[in-house]
């Protein structure tokens, strides 16, 4: 891997943080816990909040507030339901 030219990869230490993020060693079980553990953590990050904010803030201002009270999310514009996309067999 240190030949792939990639500047992250120069050194052993550089493979064994890649090797230690990939987990190949955990049983699938193991390596759903700690994937979500990470996407946990990573959502509670001032980092991430304040990236969705900006978002929201960009998705109000080039779409406007839904005409409706209806809630959509921040990064569709619209909401999709079984009567305007026929595609739609079923929603649970």
């Known amino acids: 891997m240190t030949q792939s030219g990639l500047p992250e990869l120069t050194g052993v230490q550089d493979l064994k943080y890649v090797y230690d993020a990939l987990q190949p060693q955990t049983t699938d079980a193991e390596a759903t816990i700690f994937f979500t553990r990470l996407i946990e953590s990573s959502l509670g990050s001032v980092a991430t909040k304040f990236n969705f904010f900006i978002h929201n803030l960009a998705q109000l201002r080039f779409s406007g ?17 079984m009567k305007q996309d026929g595609r739609i067999r079923d929603a649970s």
Do not use: K, V
């Open 65 to 81: 507030l839904p005409s409706n009270d209806e809630p959509i999310l921040s990064f569709a514009p619209r909401t999709y339901t």
